[in-house]
């Protein structure tokens, strides 16, 4: 799991949207619109984030989604999230998380990708490919993804330019 993830219930899933409080210092936020993501770069007049609720195939697109615009916003905004896949890449990619006092960290790898940059204890699995994830063991600090008993989703990422690095 990339975020934080959560149930609701049926009774919220009638919603269309729903609001969050959010930290401005966590900006930009990247959300889920009702058929893509979009990149909010501050919060409504009463603190609050919009997130709409999608329809995925699978909890694993929205991931792989997720991971293409923050990779893309990276280089955009001149984040400097993505690595070398190496053993110098993933010690800048170290530092980096180090630098935002993130120490406390786990990494995320494709299911079936082997290397000696992935650690034994690392989450393998099968949406990912091509690349590998670090990210604070707390998925809170990164954001949250809900989903309903008819399997809609939505999904908030604050921190992105700070609480993720990729190994590609």
Not at 63 to 68: L, P, T, V
Not at 93 to 100: G, Q, S, V
Not at 149 to 167: D, Y
Request: charged share 20%.
């Amino acid at each position: 799991m990339l975020l934080n993830e959560n149930k609701l219930t049926a009774k919220e899933e009638k919603a269309l949207f729903l609001e969050f409080p959010v930290d401005s210092r966590c900006a930009p936020f990247l959300i889920t619109a009702t058929q893509n993501l979009m990149w909010v770069s501050k919060a409504n007049a009463s603190g609050n984030i919009r997130s709409a609720f999608q329809n995925p195939k699978s909890t694993g697109l929205i991931y792989c989604s997720i991971i293409d615009e923050i990779m893309s916003k990276s280089e955009e905004s001149d984040w400097g999230l993505v690595f070398p896949k190496s053993k110098e890449g993933l010690k800048q990619a170290l530092e980096r998380m180090a630098y935002y006092e993130i120490s406390d960290i786990e990494f995320i790898a494709p299911a079936k990708e082997l290397g000696d940059l992935i650690p034994d204890n690392a989450q393998r699995v099968s949406w990912l490919q091509g690349c590998i994830l670090i990210v604070p063991k707390n998925r809170n600090y990164l954001g949250n993804l809900l989903t309903t008993p008819r399997n809609k989703t939505m999904a908030l990422v604050h921190n992105a330019s700070r609480g993720i690095c990729i190994l590609q």
